[in-house]
């Protein structure tokens, strides 16, 4: 496997909900974008049951997706997708749910795939919301085996084309056992912008800045930065 950060064209980050991926990762997404790679962001749901306020809940996937979009501009990523069918807060490891995943990785065909911790982490319980758990799998799953068998649910080669592709990296976040960190020291205005966006899930935090700035100099400390510094952190997997 290739050293981390080096190389990488096509990179494939899933998530189950908008502001996930902002929460969890958007400094590295931002470093990554800024290196050349093309990010392709996959949402499972539209997170229909976030909020804070009385926004009706069927004007609330909408407003989640245009947030989600937002966020993504703010760090460099414009091909967001959605699958549909996929309700917030009933996601589930399903042969559906992974024969969708297997679909996009062929289609985008990433040398690196993105995914929440199938793991829970008990220090963070926030992180190991039950979606992300089901997210996590299912893409596990996906990327290993599915994805590179021809004759795993071959309607997708022989009624669309898409040919088996190997997934070289898969990286994990709110893994309990991190191995490896992204310095995002100077992507945080980006992380910021892209959580920002998210107004109907952070409008009421006054303090977000201040709470992010402090996570993520944690979370440099674990990883022996310098003083100052802002850092992600995720599992590295060899998938290939």
Known sequence: MPPPDVDVERILVVAAHPDDIDFGMAGSVATWTAAGSHVTYLL????????????????????????????????GVHDVRFLDGYADGALAVTDDLVRDLVRVVRRVRPQR??????????DLLAASHPDHLAAGEATVRAVYPFARNPFAFPELLADEGLEPWTTPELWLV??????????????????LAALAAHNSQTGHLEELGTMIRGALAGIAQQADLSEGRLAEAFKVVDSS
């Open 44 to 75: 499972c749901t539209y997170g229909d049951q976030g909020g804070f306020d009385d926004t009706p809940r069927h004007e609330v996937p909408a407003i989640r997706e245009r947030e989600q979009r937002a966020a993504a501009e703010a760090v």
């Open 113 to 122: 795939v993105v995914a929440p911790s199938p793991e829970r982490t008990w």
């Open 174 to 191: 709110a893994h309990p056992a991190p191995d490896h960190w992204v310095d995002v020291t100077d992507a945080l205005d980006a992380k």
